[in-house]
């Protein structure tokens, strides 16, 4: 149930990050143009999970069972640590354009399955097994991408100012 919640959040991040991508793919060679535009897009798309982080704080864990249904008995917590990973995503997942527009599409595929590995693996070898559990290992996954993006501008950046001195 708490997926279903984090699933509303996500809805927009990766909607922004896809009309972004054109503009990023023009902005690749101009830092400041491309900073200005990852920051539109982060905040963008920051506008969903922030207003729905917002309402599972208003409402409470017993006001969100009161809105969906007895269903969604014990779900908050979990509920709550998902939509924070999809907050820090929306941060950065603009910067992923970044990466594979230019020319790092394979160290992107290797942070994804890095981060694939990592939840997966991390709540196996832990014993995750609960929802509030595989939602944190979940947040770890999302802020070793999110890292690993800024990372990834850093390096494009420094890369495009060096090419122009």
């Known amino acids: 149930m708490a997926q279903k919640i984090q699933s509303g959040g996500a809805m927009g991040t990766s909607a922004v990050a896809t009309v972004f991508a054109p503009r990023i793919a023009v902005a690749l060679r101009k830092p400041a143009a491309l900073i200005k535009l ?45 939509v924070v990973s999809t907050v820090i995503n929306a941060i950065t997942s603009a910067m992923s354009n970044v990466m594979m527009l230019g020319g790092r599409e394979r160290m992107f595929a290797v942070i994804a399955a890095v981060q694939m590995l990592l939840v997966v693996g991390g709540a196996l070898v832990s014993g995750a097994d609960t929802a509030v559990s595989m939602a944190l290992w979940v947040l770890i996954g999302e802020a070793f991408r999110s890292a690993c993006m800024v990372a990834g501008l850093v390096l494009h950046l420094r890369a495009v100012r060096g090419s122009e001195g």
Not at 46 to 73: R, T
């Open 38 to 82: 990852l920051v539109e897009a982060g905040g963008s798309s920051l506008v969903v999970p922030l207003g729905l982080l917002a309402f599972l704080f208003v409402v409470g864990s017993d006001g969100l069972v009161a809105v969906l249904g007895d269903e969604y008995q014990g779900a908050w917590a979990a509920s709550v640590v998902l």
